[in-house]
């Protein structure tokens, strides 16, 4: 059976392992004003920085609808199978629910609810990947998969409150206190939904730190593979972790940007360390 990786936009897979591993990926729409951007094709991280900062208003996203996704599916259809497409959180955008409607189009079209986002999903579609190469079944793989998915551990350590509160995340006084504190919150997916977890209070360099042993801490990783992902560099604190978390003893340590989705709200210098917990 010849079985198709599809993903949201948001997933944040490296290009180089989209193209090795011929995965698909349906975007998410971004709009600057009124211009229509389509995540991962024509629209990065940066614009949307730089889109805040020219006209203090945030970027907006809208889901995949349900004859976009009839559409992608049909058309995948007819090179391969089978279909399992990994969502966002069906928690936090109704892409996933919308996938769900089409996919019932179809035979051996099946959406998975990630319950996370970013390279949480991410992990999750090359977990898949894995159990292909291992000549697991469909089905097999499926239910793998979905047990899998409460074993994500994806969190984020922000550097600024300032998009969340943009995008009605977050109070203006939250704001005010984590400015005048120096808070960097971290938001963390529990039951496919952002909660804030911890804070640290610092600068973010030293923060970052103490946010990755906290985590490895907590929460004991399976270690095939982790990811460092970021909506921007920060420098050297990117460098260290990717060390730190090698030396740990991951088989695989992989970094990515964030896209345009994920970046809307997260803001620059946004960075979190994800892996399947043991």
Do not use: W
């Not at 990811?227 to 978390?245: A, D, G, M, Q, W």
């Amino acid at each position: 059976m010849k079985i198709c990786i599809s993903c949201d936009s948001t997933c944040d897979i490296p290009k180089d392992l989209v193209e090795k591993y011929d995965i698909h990926l349906m975007p998410i729409t971004v709009m600057l004003g009124s211009e229509e951007h389509h995540d991962g094709i024509d629209i990065t991280a940066e614009d949307v920085f730089k889109y805040v900062e020219k006209t203090n208003e945030l970027a907006k996203t809208s889901a995949v609808n349900v004859y976009e996704y009839s559409e992608y599916f049909k058309k995948l259809k007819e090179k391969y199978d089978a279909i399992i497409h990994f969502s966002l959180s069906f928690a936090i955008l109704s892409t996933g629910n919308n996938a769900k409607i089409a996919s019932k189009e179809y035979e051996n079209v099946y959406v998975i609810d990630t319950k996370s986002l970013s390279s949480g999903s991410g992990l999750l579609a090359l977990s898949c990947i894995d159990k292909i190469k291992e000549g697991k079944d469909i089905k097999t793989i499926i239910k793998e998969i979905e047990q899998e998915t409460n074993k994500v551990q994806a969190s984020f350590l922000l550097n600024t409150l300032r998009f969340l509160h943009k995008g009605g995340r977050c109070s203006s006084i939250a704001l005010l206190g984590a400015n005048f504190l120096k808070i960097k919150p971290r938001i963390s997916l529990v039951d496919g939904k952002m909660q804030v977890t911890k804070k640290y209070m610092g600068n973010i360099e030293n923060a970052l730190l103490k946010y990755c042993d906290d985590l490895l801490e907590e929460v004991k990783p399976n270690l095939k593979r982790v990811f460092v992902t970021y909506s921007s560099p920060v420098e050297p604190t990117r460098t260290i972790l990717l060390k730190k978390l090698k030396d740990y003893g991951f088989d695989e340590v992989l970094e990515s940007s964030a896209c345009a989705t994920i970046s809307t709200h997260c803001g620059p210098k946004t960075l979190g360390v994800l892996y399947i917990a043991k």
